[in-house]
Every structure is written in C-alpha cells, then in structure tokens.
DNA sequence: TTTACATATTGACAATTTCCGAAATGTATG
DNA sequence: CATACATTTCGGAAATTGTCAATATGTAAA
C-alpha cells in the first residue's frame, strides 16, 4: 500500500470532509437506515448513500458528491453502487497505513 | 496536546513543507554543520538555520520563511532564534500525537 | 554608528481550491 | 418508452494558496 501523502492532506484539510470521515465511523449511530429501498438485501458493509451524508453535512449535493469523490480518490473511502444509489464507506486500510506512515516516515 | 487536524494537513499537503519535515529527521546527514558561526557554542537540539533549509529546497528565502512559519504554526516544528540565525527543528511530539490522533480519532 | 547579513513581512499576481446551480448520466418504475 | 430520482459532471465566481521581489527588522561586527 502506498501513501500519496498530499493527495491525503488536501482531502482531510477540509471540515466537512473531515467530519464525513468521522460520522462513518458509526454509520448507525449517524445515519438513518440504510438500503431499505433495495429490492434485493445487500451487506452494505456500514457504507452509507450519498443523500443520507448530505442531509448531515448540509451541503449542495453536488458539492458533498465532490467531497466524497475526493475523499475516495485519496484511498480513504471506498464506494459501491446498488441501484440508484452509491454507498461510500471508510476505507479503514488506508487509515491504518496513514497512521503509520506517519509514525515511521514522517 | 491538541490537534488542530486542519492546520495541520494544510501544512502537509505541499511538497517541499513535507520534504522539509523529512529532511529535519537528519538534520547532520542533510545540511552541513549547524552553528559554526556562533561566538559561544551552544545546543541547537538538531535545529538548521533557515538559509541551510533554503538552499536543499531551491526556493527564495521569502517562500521558505514562510514554509517554516506555516509549519511552525501547525505545531509541527520549533524555533530557536541565536544570534542572527533561527534554528528550526522537528516538534516529535505533536508527530506522535498525530499519529495517535489518526489511529484513534479519524 | 555604519555596514552587512539572516530572517521576516508585505504586496502582487498566477494557480488552485471551494462551492454552487445547471446540466448530464445512470437506473428503476409506471 | 417516459418519468422520476440518485448521483455525477460541468462551468464559473469567490476565496485561498504558491511564489516571488522588494522592503523591513533584528543582530553582530567593523
């Protein structure tokens, strides 16, 4: 795994993208239900809809939608898509890595 | 110890200043000797002088200057001002708590 | 105290980033 | 297919950052 560590800096010097990052820690607990208009079950491994992580960040979805694309191209989100919807979740690797690189190359 | 993560990755997510940082792990293997100028010998806690830093990073005095502060004020470096020089050298523990901040909070 | 040098501050301009609304794309449903 | 909805992409105005030259400040030495 590498660390593109400006990539990462730019996308966490940012409130709100620091904030999205932080609520997926406990999806449940921040967000509502998720994948409820799903016609088929799906394991959503905690991701969350983008609609759902622009109502609490109070954004324009096009800017939240940036954001999360920013975040995922830094290597500290994944997404998946099941219908209409993209789900993003925290792409604990990379945080693990992050940390470490810090603590032994930085 | 806290950490002001925005501050902070700003001061990260730019190529020299993250250069800076790393050339200040070894400051005896990446700048010549320190101090050599000054009338009494002193202690300089592996600091370099800002113009020793200015010449590894081939940027104008004024950008470095400013490098530094930005970088400083992240609490990311300390500086020792002696005689006409200042000394600047890496602040390990606001790393350390960086790195615990990342693993623990982010 | 005059000079020289190390560093910091200021002012300017180009480049980048932020953030939005509008338009485009993908997908399910009537 | 036509529509509606979730998301993404595009285009642009405003704010921030990168970078320098010029100027200012602090300090030591002549």
């Known amino acids: 795994m590498d660390i593109d560590m400006i990539e990462i800096s730019k996308a966490l ?3 709100t993208r620091l904030n999205i990052l932080k609520w997926l820690k406990d999806p449940e607990g ?3 239900p ?3 208009c799903l016609s088929e079950p799906v394991d959503l491994k905690g991701g969350v809809c983008v ?3 622009q109502a609490k960040a109070n954004l324009s979805p096009s800017t939240v939608s940036n954001y999360l694309d920013t975040l995922q ?3 500290l989100l994944l997404s998946e898509r099941h219908g209409k ?3 993003y979740r925290r792409n604990e690797k990379t945080l693990e890595c ?3 690189y810090i603590k032994t190359e930085l």
Chains 1, 2 share one sequence.
Do not use: C
Request: no cysteine; proline share 5%; glycine share 14%.
């Open 30 to 32: 921040n967000f509502p």
């Open 13 to 15: 010097s940012n409130e």
């Open 51 to 53: 609609s759902s992580i």
């Open 98 to 100: 992050l940390a470490e």
């Open 73 to 75: 191209r830094a290597g």
């Open 85 to 87: 919807w993209t789900y």
């Open 34 to 36: 998720q994948g409820g």
